[in-house]
């Protein structure tokens, strides 16, 4: 199969970017040399300072060496600081509290305690990064490096794709009535109360709309991982976007919003090939513009939820979004102080999503109810939910502010938190070099490969990737039972409807 060398461009020169970042991390060893002898207050400003030196120099580099080549890191690096370091920037320009911690309760670290905060979220965009960079070449050169029997413009690839498609079509479909009916039902519950007391409410529907939720995205990304004709993908990025992302506009979780917006970029670079070619800075003007728009969006529909009468400016708009939606670098600055009240090891609560995942999830409790007669309880946010549960968002909410947490509030969580309760500075940045790893690995991604599976298995990941920075490492394993559901239906599916010929095809 004939390869572009010109694709295989991987942009190993040092640029200006590399120079600033090396600066930043020499400045920052130099600062905690210093902070041996003694914590200063004023070090730990210019540390403050350094860690957005260091995020906009690491910004600066993938726009040198092609966002559209790296969007899937950039992308990621964004929601840092949207979830993560935007609200600490307005603020501190607001009243120069670079320790002060406003989300949920509250909250100035002492010199040792904003020491250590500093440090290991520096650390986690370090890590990130080196693990980015000493990983992408292998994983992008193999992405176009594959054998010709794996690329779907072989003979006979497009017929079995195609063959693929008419199956999944039909489930594809019903999952998305069930979907939209279920996110529909949910946006015309919670629409008359507040935010925070939605997450208080149960919306039930009959358990096979349920399912058929839940199995919508599987079956979306097995779709579109076969490759269909450009008008059959744009309607089901359409549904994805509705679905998954504009109805989530009405009961404020823009997170969701913005992970499936960043993910649907993402497949169109993929889809048309856009990694390989030089993009034009104005498409970053659209992007940003784009995004400018959205945020815009989210202030008028929050002045309509709220009632507000809020004089509107486009730098208050903009600082609104950022305040609102950042905050998770408050709980890595409360598990830092509350750490020793915790009642179990860290690395519990680090793991309760794949235990509650395996042993006390709603199917799982189904199908014990329906098989065994076992019924298992549920439980609210509450006293009796923390009772039974290692849940770390729920423990350090409650732990923080008890009586907050007993009213539907909480601090929502962080992959970096989470590390730093199971395995200290250390892990957190062990953990970020393997999330780097793991980003540079999703870009060997190919649309025009026949591993269905392996692609869509991949879509999967980078979907959740985005909300990282405000959610926990394993926070995702629910997600993933159900979507690995839904390959197992395909699978089966497949190997009984499929020509013989098809059956000892890798998928």
Known sequence: MYINDNALETNNRFNAADVLIAISILFE???????????????????????????????????LVGVNKHFLIFAFYCCFFLFLLGQKMFKYIETGGYDEFLTFVFLKLDPDEYFKFSFIVYGALTGIFAGYRLSFNRYYILKYRDSARDSCYCPGAEDRLAARRRIIVPMLAVCFVCALYM???????????????????????????????????????????????????????????????????????????????????WYVINYFGYEKKKMPYRYLIYLALAA?????????????????????SLFGAVKDFLVSTGGSDSVIANTIRNKDAFPKHGIVYLL?????????????NEIKWRLFGIEIPSYVQGVDYIAHSDSFAHWISYIVNPDLYVKGYGMGSSFIAELYLAFGVVGVIVGAVFIGRIIAGLTSFNINKTSVVKNAVMLFFAYNLFTLPRSGVFDTATELLYFLCAVIIYEITVKAFVAKGMKNERL
């Open 29 to 63: 060893s130099v600062l905690c040399v210093m902070q041996l002898f003694g914590i200063s207050e004023e070090v730990n400003k210019m540390m403050f300072a350094n860690v957005y030196v260091l995020f906009f120099a690491v910004l600066f580099y993938f726009l």
């Open 183 to 265: 996110q529909v039902k949910i946006v015309l519950t919670k629409a008359d109360v507040s935010y925070t007391e939605g997450y208080l409410i149960n919306v039930d529907v009959n358990p096979i709309i349920k399912a058929g939720n839940y199995l919508f995205v599987g079956f979306l990304f097995l779709y579109l991982c076969c490759r269909p004709k450009l008008r059959y993908a744009a309607v089901v990025l359409v549904m994805f976007l509705i679905v998954e992302g504009g109805l989530q506009m009405f009961t404020g979780r823009r997170a969701l919003i913005a992970k499936t917006l960043l993910l649907v970029v």
């Open 292 to 312: 400018l728009g959205g945020i815009l969006l989210f202030w008028l529909i929050e002045q309509i939820r709220s009632d507000a009468d809020k004089s509107f």
């Open 352 to 364: 309760n999503p794949i235990t509650e995942t395996l042993f006390g999830n709603a199917l799982i």
